[in-house]
């Protein structure tokens, strides 16, 4: 490997820890100290492939972050994430173009079309966590971390069309919409297909280390795979995460509580390292250009920065009051098909609800008003909450690896001074949309008041009821297990059952419980073994109690994660002190 990268990384790392202790936008910060570092005349120039480079850090990036999103709120956030990802980028991609072409009329459309799907998708990372930090609702997060999954898909879509269509190949808008709905089932199969055998791997082996290094791996595979079969490489390793990440909680605690920090890790890693080699380029990009191209590079970099901060805006505003009319119409639908089920449950026009309630029933769900309305509505934003979605648009690591990437796309198609220009166009909005959004967001945030005070308070419902099920659900599964230490033990053994079945709906620990009752008097009784299998057997009831419920649609997944977190802590905590020796 190349010592100067390594250099790189080191010093990425670095610059992005001090941001990361003083609470400062790390990709902002690392940028900026990298375009400093390269003004130093000893620094040397670092030169990566653009196509390696983007199959390198899209497949991890995509990955982690399709973990962590909410199947649930993906899934009823589905048609603004859609328009978001898809509608949003094409809108923005066209009007750019169309500014391009105009300030400069020899990149030709083609050309300037393609510098409109680089700087179309925004990167969800530094929204998110700011986001995170000031505690945006969720249905406003969800939108957010859905439109970055999907965009790039697009993005990158529309970037190989422009590209051959510059290389004179003959592309039109029917075929052009076939092969993005050919990337689209094609990446979604192959992603979804290597999640249930990611899956299936991740439940039945019990080492950690193992499952964890795999996962590390198999984003890669995803990627390539599905690009080699034609389909979509972001999309697959989207659905892969998802499923993964859907299905987590049904694999064992050592690996939930591992993939966590590793991907954490990785992800700093790998943007860290993009922002820092893309601010090391951009003054050496600039001085390529010369002094004859830089007004007009100059005039064309502002121009397509002022279209990018103005189309989110009135597209967001415009498809939320669309997707609201949609949604009405689909009410109105529902309301026709759910009358007609009533009368009739055999009539063709009942068969929305017929089939609904047939999908519910086999999950163990009731088709009432609330799964009727958790099905037809999108979460509803205020005006509040939009004017922060349309100011979230910073342009990150796609944007970035894509415009290093603008050699190897174009080849000879487009001259190299054009190719300088796009990329140093690409630079600005992405440095331009960190700096005045980035910097402005949290403020803005703040001062228009967006919270999720109302989330916190159904949370602590939703906590509150599932916890006495759970204690529910406990009661009978120690009932039943009561009978058979009985059966097996005696009196005794029944007697000491009920004093450890008191200390767990307590929440005491099942180790401290047991050390308890290693100084019970002789005779025949349990020993550790036993009840350690038993409080085992308590945590599994309550996960299964969790899931249960997020299938039903009575608790958010990010509670039950956290919930589950928590359970995990309690098992850890029963495996460590089954390691210490017992006298």
């Known amino acids: ?29 690392i940028t900026v100290a990298a375009i400093l570092v390269s003004l130093i005349p000893a620094v040397p120039v670092v030169r990566i492939d653009g196509d390696l480079l983007l ?44 500014v391009a072409w105009w300030i400069l009329p020899e990149l030709t459309l083609p050309g300037a079309l393609l510098l409109g799907a680089i700087v179309g998708p925004p990167d969800a990372v ?40 510059l290389a004179g190949a003959t592309v039109t808008v029917w075929s052009g919409i076939w092969q993005f709905l050919v990337a689209v089932v094609m990446g979604v199969g192959v992603g979804l297909l290597l999640g249930v055998v990611l899956h299936q791997l991740r439940v039945r082996l019990d080492d950690p280390v193992v499952v964890g290094t795999v996962g590390l791996l198999v984003p890669f595979g995803a990627y390539a795979i599905a690009e080699h079969l034609g389909g979509s490489g972001v999309l697959a390793v989207v659905a892969m995460g998802m499923y993964v990440g859907y299905n987590a909680p049904k694999t064992d605690y050592a690996t939930r509580q591992q993939d966590r920090p590793l991907w954490l890790s990785v992800d700093f890693m790998l943007e860290s390292f993009v922002f820092a080699y893309i601010g090391l380029q951009f003054p050496g990009v600039v001085r390529e250009l010369g002094e004859d191209q830089a007004g ?42 759910l009358e007609q089920f009533r009368r009739d449950p055999d009539h063709p026009r009942a068969k929305p609800v017929r089939r609904r309630r047939e999908r519910m029933e086999r999950r163990g769900v009731e088709l009432n008003e609330r799964s009727l309305r958790q099905r037809l509505f999108e979460p ?21 690896a894509l415009a290093a990437a603008l050699p190897e796309l174009t080849g000879d198609a487009m001259p190299e ?25 949290a403020p803005l945030i703040k001062r228009l008041g967006v919270g999720a005070e109302d989330e916190f308070r159904r949370d602590a419902q939703q906590v509150a009821a599932v916890l006495e099920r ?35 709906l307590r929440v005491q620990s099942g180790a401290d419980a047991a050390a308890e009752f290693d100084q019970d008097a002789e005779g ?29 649609g009575n608790l958010g997944e990010e509670v039950m994660r956290e919930l589950f977190t928590a359970i995990d802590a309690e098992e850890l905590a029963l495996d460590t002190r089954g390691a210490i020796p017992r006298e």
Do not use: C
């Open 1 to 29: 490997m190349n010592p100067e990268i390594i250099y790189v990384l080191v010093g990425a790392l670095a610059v992005g820890a001090l941001a990361r202790w003083r609470g400062w936008p790390a990709p902002l910060l």
């Open 470 to 504: 759970n204690r529910e659900v406990g009661k009978a599964y120690l009932r039943a297990q009561r009978g058979k230490w009985q059966e097996r033990y005696g009196d005794r053994g029944a007697e000491v059952f009920d004093r450890l079945a008191k200390a767990m």
């Open 524 to 552: 025949p009784r349990p020993g550790y073994d036993d009840m350690v299998e038993l409080r085992r057997g308590w945590l599994e009831v309550r996960r299964r109690t969790l899931i249960e419920e997020r299938d039903r």
């Open 296 to 337: 007009t590079t100059i005039v064309l970099s502002l121009s397509v920065f002022a279209v990018v901060l103005l189309v989110r805006p009135i597209f967001v505003y415009a498809a939320y009051s669309w997707g609201r009319f949609l949604q009405g119409v689909r009410v109105v639908r529902w309301k026709h098909s």
């Open 417 to 441: 001074s054009h190719v300088q220009k796009l990329m140093v166009v690409a630079f600005v909005v992405t440095v331009g949309t960190l700096l005045l959004q980035g910097l402005t967001l």
């Open 380 to 400: 509803v934003l205020s005006v509040q909450e939009r004017a922060v979605l349309s100011w979230a648009g910073m342009r990150g690591v796609v944007t970035l």
């Open 126 to 165: 530094s929204a998110a966590a700011i986001g995170r930090k000031l505690g945006l609702p969720r249905r406003l997060m969800t939108a957010l971390s859905g439109e970055s999954l999907i965009n790039d898909a697009t993005s990158l879509t529309l970037v190989r069309v422009f590209a051959a269509i």
């Open 55 to 98: 199959s390198l850090v899209l497949p991890p990036l995509l990955y982690s972050a399709a973990l962590e999103v909410s199947f649930v709120g993906f899934r009823q956030s589905m048609p603004r994430i859609r328009r978001l990802g898809v509608g949003l980028v094409v809108v923005t991609a066209v009007a750019v173009g169309l």
